[in-house]
């Protein structure tokens, strides 16, 4: 399987030179002091030594280290829709997407709690650009979406990530995970683009799309935290946006980001799983005559899942109400809790400016909004 070396994690048989090349790597250490802070670090250097695979490294330091995460920079993760899926069972599951590291590092916490195979997800290679996060992502079975192509180059890319993710699902029986979109949504509205459901066409080898599709086991994931610790960092882009300029990532962005999303207050998150996929592709079939109409209506209904189970916190309907000029929502929240939001509102981003004021508030409220065009948003 060498054509997919360019974008795959690591085989197991490389895992222990990963490691062990990485043991004095000072953000190595930074990870095992905090995830083990009562071991001496000859005791932990001593059990990387002896991990040879991905599944041993991820659920005896990856796993701890999110729940230590999740112990300190949260009030808790609650999860539904997880017993619907069945063991021993390999799912494309198609994610909005918040944080860089979290949103995938949460499902799998919460699919290996659940007894269901993790996944193999889908990271930018723009953001494993130092080489000890590049291994650490490789040791994560993360596998890269090659960034900055030609249109020629991209196409090439496309087909063989669509082919590696079949591979994964179909031969090795191996969940995948990969964002709706191209990068983390910034403005709260979350919509899956159909260019994420060509490239995984790519590889189908049958005659009707869907039918390719229905094989894939297509999974929604919903995912929201009650605060978004990146918020503030997502302004100078919709800064720009609404300036209509083209944005420049600082030097160190991408990484800032990451780091920000660990140890940010996020208070509660809440992941949902969606039904597969299954018989919506028989309508899809029968109601579309080319195949570009087939995956616009499969777009419609990965939102529907995902708009739909996505979980509306406090902070939702604060943003919404502040935002609007409203109370519409204010049995929801406590007088504490606005004004908690209000001053990290207010300490976060230049409150004089409309357009930050706007943005940010929006980036809370779009939910609301998103689920009121389904029901009730309570």
Request: hydrophobic content about 35%; aromatic content about 8%; glycine content about 4%.
């Given at each position: ?141 993360n596998f890269l979406v090659q960034r900055g192509l030609t249109p ?227």
């Amino acid at each position: 399987m060498q054509k997919f070396d360019s974008i795959r994690p690591f085989y197991d048989s490389e895992v222990n030179e990963a490691l062990c090349s990485s043991l004095n790597h000072p953000m190595m250490k930074a990870m095992m002091n905090f995830t083990f802070p009562e071991t001496e670090e000859e005791v932990w250097k001593d059990q990387l030594s002896k991990t040879h695979s991905i599944r041993d490294f991820q659920i005896n330091f990856v796993y701890q280290s999110i729940k230590k995460i999740l112990e300190n920079s949260s009030d808790g993760l609650t999860t539904s829709g997880f017993e619907t899926l069945e063991p021993n069972t390999s799912y494309l599951f198609i994610s909005n997407h918040r944080d860089i590291i979290l949103d995938t590092s949460l499902l799998n916490v919460s699919l290996f709690d659940h007894g269901l195979v993790m996944t193999a997800s889908a990271i930018g290679d723009n953001l494993v650009k130092k080489d000890f996060v590049l291994k650490l992502s490789k040791l994560n079975r993360n596998f890269l979406v090659q960034r900055g192509l030609t249109p020629r180059e991209l196409l090439q890319s496309s087909k063989l990530m669509s082919e590696y993710i079949c591979h994964l699902v179909s031969k090795e029986n191996r969940s995948v995970w990969i964002a709706q979109r191209e990068g983390r949504t910034k403005d709260g509205n979350d919509a899956t683009h159909q260019g994420v459901l060509k490239m995984l066409g790519m590889a189908s080898e049958e005659k009707e799309v869907t039918d390719y599709f229905r094989k894939l086991k297509i999974v929604p994931v919903s995912i929201s935290y009650e605060y978004d610790p990146t918020d503030a960092l997502k302004m100078p882009q919709l800064l720009a946006n609404a300036k209509d300029e083209v944005y420049i990532k600082d030097k160190n962005e991408d990484f800032v980001t990451l780091l920000s999303g660990i140890i940010g207050q996020k208070k509660r998150i809440h992941i949902h799983v969606g039904a597969v996929i299954d018989k919506e592709l028989d309508a899809i079939k029968a109601d579309n005559d080319n195949t570009n109409k087939k995956i616009q209506a499969l777009a419609n209904v990965i939102d529907d899942s995902i708009l739909q189970h996505y979980k509306l916190w406090p902070t939702n309907f604060i943003a919404y109400d502040i935002l609007n000029n409203t109370k519409q929502f204010s049995h929801l929240y406590t007088s504490d809790e606005k004004q908690l939001f209000q001053r990290r509102f207010e300490m976060r981003i230049d409150t004089d400016n409309d357009t930050l004021r706007e943005g940010f508030l929006a980036m809370y409220a779009n939910p609301v909004v998103n689920k009121m065009k389904y029901q009730n948003a309570e």
